[in-house]
């Protein structure tokens, strides 16, 4: 069930600056809410990843606010966005990005490291359980290049979640993975929303994908040009 807004983005735009200057966000709003998946489609250079991107604060809206459980997140500095970012968002990337020296158990632990809320008893039993989660108690000791594909980007997700973020940004998270690894990592991810009542919001190139969210959101030019619920036929989410 939607619950509260959590984020959002209030007539953002992203313009970068030349001789002629490049409109990747065009004055888009949008809300987010816990306990809803969401997906950002449309076609290559639509705005999509820069428009996540604003929205998971790694970047910064040349006009317009970026929101983040209703406050304004304008005229922060960079140590304030990447301290909102450690507590509040996770993030997927369709490429992995784990530390290859690092175990899996390491990697998951990094987030719980940098905001350093827990003890170090703490963390480790966390970031087990976490592992355990995602099917893969038994290869914490394992480097990312002893790993599958799938296990990889399933430690990514166990990563995303050590802080407990309210909201999972995901871009083109199965968009390496064949396609058994790839309906696994969504079952994981739509778990997130209906069993604990994350926020997800996946940027995706696969309509098949995006079809299995709560809302589609289709960007053109930079532009929101439709954002329409979906209806899911018993059992298709998940």
Not at 72 to 96: C, E, I, M, P, Y
Not at 116 to 141: F, M, P, Y
Not at 158 to 187: K, M, W, Y
Request: net charge negative; hydrophobic share 45%; charged share 20%.
């Amino acid at each position: 069930m939607k619950g509260a807004p959590v984020l959002e983005a209030r007539h953002a735009s992203r313009i970068l600056p030349g001789e002629v200057p490049v409109t990747l966000v065009n004055d888009i709003s949008l809300t987010i809410h816990l306990g809803e998946f969401v997906s950002i489609v449309g076609p290559s250079g639509s705005g999509k990843s820069s428009l996540m991107y604003l929205l998971g604060l790694l970047d910064v809206p040349t006009s317009g606010d970026i929101l983040v459980d209703g406050a304004s997140t304008k005229g922060f500095n960079h140590d304030r966005l990447a301290a909102l970012r450690l507590s509040h968002l996770g993030f997927v990337f369709q490429f992995h990005f784990l530390l290859p020296e690092f175990t899996a158990r390491d990697n998951v632990l990094l987030p719980m490291r940098a905001l350093g809320t827990l003890s170090d008893a703490e963390q480790k039993d966390r970031a087990n359980e976490l592992l355990a989660q995602v099917g893969l108690k038994d290869h914490a000791h394992k480097r990312p290049d002893q790993l599958s594909g799938g296990q990889r980007q399933r430690v990514a997700i166990a990563r995303a979640l050590a802080n407990d973020p309210q909201v999972i940004l995901a871009d083109e998270p199965t968009g390496n993975l064949d396609t058994a690894s790839s309906a696994q990592v969504l079952t994981m991810l739509r778990h997130l929303v209906d069993e604990h009542g994350k926020a997800l919001v996946i940027v995706t190139h696969d309509m098949a994908l995006a079809a299995q969210a709560d809302r589609r959101v289709t960007l053109i030019d930079g532009q929101i040009v439709s954002d329409e619920a979906i209806v899911q036929e018993a059992g298709v989410a998940g």
